[in-house]
């Protein structure tokens, strides 16, 4: 089993290259997300699914873009990317809120992201 | 949504045990409260959570007031492993996929 598994771990990116980065699970989970976190900071939620098909917009969304089409992979896109989009990414998992809010959520061992 | 606030940092001496305070005074009564922690270079990992009573389990106890407006993570015997960010979280299932994870409290332990 292994669980949440982030692909590339380390990018370098040029301002205006795009890239995505893959997220899959192997939990049959219903719900993804992608989280960013910036030095010192708590993560903050940037896309989320809660199936296949269904995407939503976090906090913040501004220059990513996603999409869900199987349960167990969820890649995150940036189309051209920014300075300011440096920052470490993480992709997490759970079973569905409307089978418990108490759901433990997965999260990847993340990905580092730096724009030059 | 509601929100938690949490000690920016605390310190601890080995195999003592660490109270970690989590203030949330307009949680709701559908809120569970969650605590994750982050070890440096890693991401996010669950410890615990709970909704009314408290809770044990094999990484932490948690102790949830009665009013349920402050929560305590406890770790019973600190070992330089535990050194983290420990984030607590409210979670309900309206809106419960927005974790809110603030700053979290940086864990220091030392031998």
């Known amino acids: 089993n292994a669980g949440v598994t982030q692909t590339p771990k380390f990018q370098v990116l040029k301002t205006g290259q795009s890239m995505t980065l893959q997220c899959a699970q192997d939990?049959?989970?219903?719900?993804m997300s992608w989280y960013r976190q910036d030095p010192g900071m708590g993560l903050r939620l940037i896309h989320y699914?809660?199936?296949?098909?269904?995407?939503d917009q976090g906090e913040v969304p501004n220059g990513y873009n996603v999409s869900r089409s199987t349960t167990e992979d969820f890649p995150l896109r940036l189309l051209s990317a920014a300075p300011s989009q440096t920052s470490v990414y993480f992709c997490?998992?759970?079973?569905?809120?409307?089978?418990?809010?108490?759901?433990?959520?997965?999260f990847g061992e993340g990905s580092w992201l730096t724009v030059v | 949504d509601a929100k938690t606030t949490q000690p920016n940092s605390m310190e601890s001496n080995e195999e003592e045990p660490v109270h970690l305070p989590c203030n949330h005074s307009?949680?709701?009564?559908?809120?569970?409260i969650h605590w994750y922690r982050q070890l440096p270079s890693q991401g996010p990992e669950y410890v615990i959570h709970?909704?009314?009573s408290n809770v044990n389990n094999r990484m932490a106890s948690l102790a949830i007031a009665e009013d349920r407006k402050s929560s305590t993570l406890i770790l019973h015997r600190a070992t330089l492993r535990d050194a983290a960010v420990y984030y607590c979280?409210?979670?309900?299932?309206?809106?419960?996929?927005?974790?809110?994870f603030g700053k979290g409290t940086s864990l220091l332990v030392t031998p």
């Open positions: 997490a998992s759970s079973p569905a809120l409307r089978t418990g809010a108490g759901n433990t959520i997965y």
């Open positions: 939990m049959n989970h219903e719900y």
């Open positions: 699914s809660v199936g296949a098909g269904i995407t």
């Open positions: 307009t949680i709701s009564g559908t809120d569970y």
């Open positions: 709970g909704l009314t």
């Open positions: 979280i409210l979670r309900e299932l309206n809106s419960g996929y927005a974790l809110n």
